[in-house]
């Protein structure tokens, strides 16, 4: 499985950006895709998530201004972010979970750095 993320970038505080993220490979048995995000000196977090059946999860920190979203037929992940803060300066993540019964694993992208200045 590959993820290759694009969108990042740096903007204004207030401003968006969009993240996208296609999956390529052996994606059978997906159970949620999403993204997470490592700040400086943190560990990461999750930022969003997507299920199997479109259920999403957003961080509290997040809710109101991040919008996650899924194409199936082309196996992308997309996060709108909008009224970006500089605490949400990080590298973000693309994140596909596999499920074969209890047994789950993580496939991740490269990363994109997100810079926002005040």
């Known amino acids: 499985v590959q993820l290759v993320e694009s969108g990042g970038g740096l903007v204004q505080a207030g401003g968006s950006l969009r993240l996208s993220c296609a999956a390529s490979?052996?994606?059978?048995?997906?159970?949620?895709m999403g993204w997470y995000r490592q700040a400086p000196e943190k560990q990461r977090e999750l930022v969003a998530a997507?299920?199997?059946?479109?259920?999403?999860n957003y961080a509290d920190s997040v809710k109101g201004r991040f919008t996650i979203s899924r194409d199936r037929a082309k196996n992308t992940v997309a996060l709108q972010m909008n009224s970006l803060k500089p605490e949400d300066t990080a590298v973000y993540y693309c994140?596909?979970?596999?499920?074969?019964?209890?047994?789950?694993?993580?496939?991740w992208g490269q990363g994109t750095q997100v810079t926002v200045s005040s």
């Open positions: 994140n596909l979970r596999r499920a074969w019964g209890r047994y789950e694993f993580d496939y």
């Open positions: 490979g052996s994606i059978s048995n997906i159970k949620a």
């Open positions: 997507i299920t199997n059946d479109d259920t999403t």
